[in-house]
């Protein structure tokens, strides 16, 4: 098993940044994929980016191309999510996610490893 936590979420004001972290704890050796998604009310969970756990690889949604971008650090089993330029369009539950085999990085059934996931918030 592989134990996500997520951090960072908050109150911005459009603009503004956040950098967003995941922490992975358990059999941390078996991530292959950490990804990003996020939830608004009343909207189904999209994809916000992903990187292969080696960095050979990395994904963005074309709505946050430019404006976030995504990182790990394999020695701190940690993720980033840094997200510059934040729209009220942002405004979600971000959570990170983990796979452990190489699958599609952009839609959630790929995943079998979440976190609870962060507040973000951007007010106009």
């Known amino acids: 098993q592989v134990q996500l936590v997520e951090s960072g979420g908050g109150l911005v004001q459009a603009g503004g940044s956040l950098r967003l972290s995941c922490a992975a704890s358990g059999r941390t050796f078996s991530i292959y994929t950490m990804g990003w998604f996020r939830q608004a009310p009343g909207k189904e969970r999209e994809f916000v980016a992903a990187i292969r756990w080696s960095g050979t690889r990395i994904e963005y949604a074309d709505s946050v191309k430019g404006r976030f971008t995504i990182s790990r650090d394999n020695t701190k089993n940690t993720g980033y999510l840094q997200m510059n330029s934040l729209e009220p369009e942002d405004t979600a539950v971000y959570h990170c996610?983990?796979?452990?085999?190489?699958?599609?990085?952009?839609?959630?059934?790929?995943?079998?490893?979440w976190g609870q996931g962060t507040q973000v918030t951007v007010s106009s």
């Open positions: 996610a983990a796979s452990s085999a190489n699958y599609v990085l952009t839609v959630p059934r790929s995943y079998n490893f």
